[in-house]
């Protein structure tokens, strides 16, 4: 659980690699631990980091794996908490994908959960479907169907962005490096 939560510390210093990398780890855990209910808590942590890591990822490839290997597996968890946490995971990070991509790969998983059988996951995904569609509707009405995600800024104090040269070990390493650790040691 601690490590899932140090990924929010390391984001700001990870290229794209890496966080395609911790992707792929978050959903080896969530997959391993699916049939385990007392394990409910790390898929949980592992989507709501991937919620936070969300604003490091720059190429759309990542964007997508993002949503395939994290967000779309939470929402058929067993766990409650889970999906919730996913669907507004989904809700809160819908600028990150154009209406195309909210329209064909986020609404189609969304819309099983109107059924489900407990009434927060319901209102939750019904509240989200709603916000999403009239957000596809609104750039089909403006012929801007097939807009492109929001551009992602990283303000110069993230030093070590994934497009930073920090990520290439250009001098700089023992600094963040040292930041690194007391981040996973706190």
Same mark, same amino acid.
């Given at each position: ?26 959903? =080896?855990? @969530? ?6 209910? *007392?394990?409910?808590?790390? =898929? ?27 967000? !779309?597996?939470?929402?058929? *968890?067993?766990?409650? =908490? ?64 097939? =807009?492109?995600?929001?551009? !992602? ?27 690194? @650790? ?5």
């Amino acid at each position: 659980e601690e490590t899932i939560k140090a990924m929010v510390s390391l984001a700001p210093v990870l290229n794209a690699a890496n966080l395609g990398r911790v992707l792929q780890q978050f959903n =080896r855990l @969530m997959l391993t631990t699916k049939d385990q209910p *007392d394990c409910a808590f790390l =898929r949980e942590n592992c989507v709501i980091c991937a919620q936070h890591i969300a604003t490091y990822i720059h190429a759309a490839g990542l964007q997508m794996q993002l949503l395939k290997l994290c967000w !779309i597996p939470a929402l058929s *968890d067993a766990g409650t =908490r889970c999906k919730i946490r996913a669907v507004t995971a989904l809700r809160d990070a819908s600028s990150l994908y154009s209406a195309d991509q909210i329209a064909h790969q986020i609404l189609p998983p969304l819309s099983p959960l109107l059924v489900a059988a407990d009434n927060d996951v319901r209102n939750t995904a019904s509240e989200t479907l709603r916000a999403l569609v009239a957000e596809v509707t609104a750039a089909a009405n403006n012929g801007t169907n097939a =807009r492109e995600p929001d551009p !992602i800024t990283v303000t110069p104090g993230d030093a070590g962005s994934a497009t930073s040269d920090n990520t290439k070990g250009t001098g700089v390493v023992g600094s963040w490096g040292r930041w690194a @650790m007391s981040a996973v040691s706190s």
